[in-house]
């Protein structure tokens, strides 16, 4: 007896039960089966050709009419059984797809990671968590005899495509090793890659900076990036840092303005994506003076775990649910 | 064995010819309803591709045997437009005669062989065999 026999078998005892008894036990059991029956792929029309043959069985003094009705529909039902096997195949290439995302997604984190690197005379700390599956947010750190490049950026646009685009960014850069101790040539050369390869709906924002550790300057340019923070530890305040700029990918023209910033002992740089300002709460945003309070309350300690606690911190606020994409890069002055 | 029997199509009611031709010769191989169901459904959707996108051409059918084994060819030629990307139209969820499961892709579901040839300014052919089990 095959798997079909089984089934054309079980139909009949079910239907015979029921009839007899009428009882919804019966039907319960019915519904269980039906659940089965999709188990095993069985399309519409074969039930309703399953039934008729039960039927013929169970009364042989059925007329001819009904029997001829039943074929009508069967015919019927043939239609349904052809959009139950499109579905059926659609899910199977819905599975396909999201498998491929998983595998995508895996190799972008491992594309993407970078380093983070250790010098005597800076402390890093870095914290970057997506909100979903695939990271919009990149930073990326080189460290070279004398200094220490740092990108942070932000693809404007989710998802695959600017996992994509992320990339391309991160190769891109890999390949301007010449510009790397020029933030704003870095960034115009950039540009011209991205204004030329990136749909013109997705932008990026970025900043780039470069830290002498011979003389313990910081050399930065920004595309129209969240500005980080400076905080003096001389007179213990923070400021913002500014870095003018378009974002890259509108105009392959675009020139950028490289800034300075002289580090004293116990000086930092925090740079941020805007998923780190744009934390929403129940009251609203957070106000950069909110981020600031928080730095200030975590400062006595590493910056490791000044990164971490404001991370843990916001997220709270959010009640653990992220909305965007959270970096936060935190380099102190040590010595 | 080469009795080969054709169904010109030219407008909707050939459609039904084609099907009823079908219909007949499923149930002389000794196809069971459904089966005979199927394959009237496939001659329905090929004879419908003729009509609506090709203007005329003709659905023949033959019953072939293999290896012991005996079944229905379904022969849908045309000298329509042909078709530009066999490989889309072969997707499923692509119809652009609308209509949930309709289409190529679900005839092919419906037989057990299935292909197609087509050129462009010259006309499509599609074979499609069901097996008797």
């Not at chain 1, 030329?196 to 011979?214: A, K, R, S, W």
């Not at chain 1, 106000?287 to 910056?303: S, T």
């Not at chain 2, 010769?25 to 309803?33: C, R, V, Y």
Request: with cysteine.
């Amino acid at each position: 007896m095959n798997d079909r026999d089984l089934i054309i078998d079980r139909y009949k005892d079910l239907l015979t039960t029921y009839l007899n008894g009428k009882n919804e036990t019966a039907l319960y059991k019915g519904q269980q089966f039906s659940r089965k029956l999709i188990e095993q792929q069985i399309s519409p029309e074969d039930v309703v050709s399953h039934h008729i043959n039960v039927l013929n069985e169970v009364f042989p003094e059925m007329t001819e009419e009904m029997k001829d009705a039943f074929d009508f529909l069967l015919e019927v039902m043939i239609g349904y059984g052809f959009a139950y096997r499109e579905h059926q195949s659609l899910r199977t290439r819905q599975r396909q797809l999201e498998s491929e995302i998983e595998v995508a997604a895996s190799m972008q984190q491992t594309l993407l990671i970078s380093d983070v690197p250790t010098v005597d005379s800076l402390d890093i700390g870095v914290k970057s968590v997506p909100a979903k599956k695939m990271n919009g947010d990149y930073f990326n750190f080189v460290k070279d005899d004398k200094s220490i490049s740092v990108a942070v950026a932000d693809i404007i646009g989710k998802g695959i495509p600017a996992a994509l685009c992320m990339s391309m960014i991160k190769y891109a850069m890999d390949s301007l090793p010449e510009q790397r101790m020029q933030p704003n040539l870095l960034l115009e050369n950039l540009n011209r890659v991205v204004e030329q390869n990136v749909h013109p709906n997705m932008f990026i924002t970025m900043l780039y900076g470069l830290y002498d550790t011979d003389v313990h300057k910081f050399f930065y340019a920004g595309a129209g990036h969240e500005p980080g923070f400076f905080y003096k530890a001389e007179t213990d305040e923070f400021e913002d840092m500014f870095a003018k700029g378009l974002v890259l990918g509108v105009s392959r023209t675009t020139k950028y303005k490289e800034y300075e910033k002289q580090l004293d002992q116990g000086d930092m740089i925090i740079l941020l994506s805007d998923g780190v300002t744009e934390c929403r709460t129940s009251k609203g945003f957070i106000e950069r003076d909110e981020i600031v309070a928080l730095i200030r309350e975590h400062m006595h300690k590493p910056v490791q775990e000044i990164v971490d606690s404001v991370f843990t911190e916001l997220e709270r606020l959010q009640e653990f649910e992220l909305r965007d994409d959270f970096t936060l890069i935190i380099l102190k002055r040590m010595v | 064995m080469d009795i080969q029997s054709c169904v010109e199509v030219c407008n909707e009611w050939d459609i039904v010819s084609a099907r009823q031709l079908g219909r007949n010769m499923a149930k002389e191989l000794g196809f069971g309803n459904v089966d005979q169901a199927r394959i009237t459904t496939a001659i329905s959707e090929l004879a419908r591709n003729i009509y609506l996108y090709a203007g005329s051409g003709k659905i023949c059918l033959e019953p072939v045997e293999q290896m012991g084994r005996k079944g229905l060819r379904i022969i849908a030629v045309d000298n329509g437009p042909g078709i530009r990307d066999i490989r889309k139209v072969m997707e499923d969820g692509y119809t652009t005669s609308g209509g949930l499961g309709a289409g190529l892709p679900g005839v092919k579901r419906l037989m057990d062989e299935f292909t197609i040839d087509s050129t462009i300014n010259s006309g499509t052919e599609i074979l499609a065999t069901k097996w008797l089990r």
